[in-house]
């Protein structure tokens, strides 16, 4: 997930050293933001008492755009080695990207400021989010899913028996497009996000003016946490919410899977990427990466419990919410493709 998204952020594949230090700094920042987030209530005198912590960030920070700023003005300076290129295609290990987050960051013109260009300093912090919004999320989230893969073994058959019916076996490679003719990959994609939401609160909020919710008065000023994981666990809602139940989201079921709206913009039943105005960015990337792992990981393996274990759903909260005892299997390649 990480070169995938390095790789759309900067446009270029990176050599396997620079994409290691800049995931161990993405990592540094992630942890010291979950752990020392008192630096957000009082800054001023957090800085002073938290003095070496806060020196530690500043220095990650520093390093951080050291690496960054480099591959910003290449592709800036239009000099990148990919761009330099100019042609679509293969290039060898090679990942071509035409058009990159950082590319679309440098056209970005502010109309309240005048037409004004971002900054170096902005570049660098939006791709620190990008890469740090997009990473852990996915890959818990798939771990999640994969859990359940391994636990109920009919899931795992069905989903399997679809990829197969979708795909031909002469085919070498899962495409985009045969994404779509799987309704059920889909469902099973939404009842892991339901169940497991990577986040179980969006990312804290603050309200703009007073508003009056259910009887309760919400300050002007407040910080707000929504908590996703209860919505999606709603008995009014959602029967039996703690069943791992994908059929929900088929044709038939609770949810229709045609007519899922995973943004909230008609109701809101389940929220993994957060609602309204500030939802997650990459939901729909993030999707398309979680149905074309899960597609691909259960047409090529073959996926069981290790003997005498079982699998355990218990939660661990970092940055994301992790499985707290990281998922184990035992994977038996199909041999001929389904
Ligand atoms: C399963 C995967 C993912 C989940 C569950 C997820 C969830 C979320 C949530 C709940 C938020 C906060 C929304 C709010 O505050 O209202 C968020 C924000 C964000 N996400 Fe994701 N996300 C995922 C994948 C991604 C990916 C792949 C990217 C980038 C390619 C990404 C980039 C971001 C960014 C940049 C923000 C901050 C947006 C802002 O400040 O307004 N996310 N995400």
Known sequence: ?????????????????????????????LLLFTRFNFFGFLPRV??????KKWDKIVGIRRRQAEIFTPLIRARKEGNSKLKRTNKLGDLGD??????????SLLDVEIPEEGGRKLSEEEVVNLCHELLSGGTDTTSNGLEWIMAEVVKNQEIQKELAEEVGRAIPASEDEIKE????KMPYLKA?????????????????HRASQDVELNKYLI???????????????????WEDPMDFRPERFMRGGDFSGEVVDVTGSREIKMAPFGAGRRICPGYGLAILHLEYFLANLV????????????????????????????????????GSKL
């Open 188 to 204: 099973v994609i939404m009842e892991g996000l339901r169940r497991h939401p990577p986040g179980h609160f969006v990312l804290p």
């Open 299 to 334: 047409r090529e393996f073959e996926w069981k419990a290790v003997e005498g274990e079982e699998i355990d759903l218990s939660e661990e909260f970092e940055f994301t919410v992790m499985m707290k005892k990281p998922l184990r299997a035992r994977i038996f390649p199909r």
């Open 1 to 29: 997930m990480f070169c995938l998204l390095v790789a759309l952020c900067f446009g270029e594949k990176l050599d396997e050293e620079q994409i290691k230090e800049i995931r161990d700094i993405q990592y540094s920042l």
């Open 177 to 180: 497009e045969d994404l779509k």
């Open 94 to 103: 090679q990942i071509f990207v035409p058009y990159c987050y950082v590319d």
């Open 219 to 237: 300050p002007r000023g407040s910080e707000v946490h929504v908590n996703v994981a209860q919505l999606g666990w709603d008995e009014r809602v």
């Open 46 to 51: 957090a800085k002073v008492v938290f003095r």
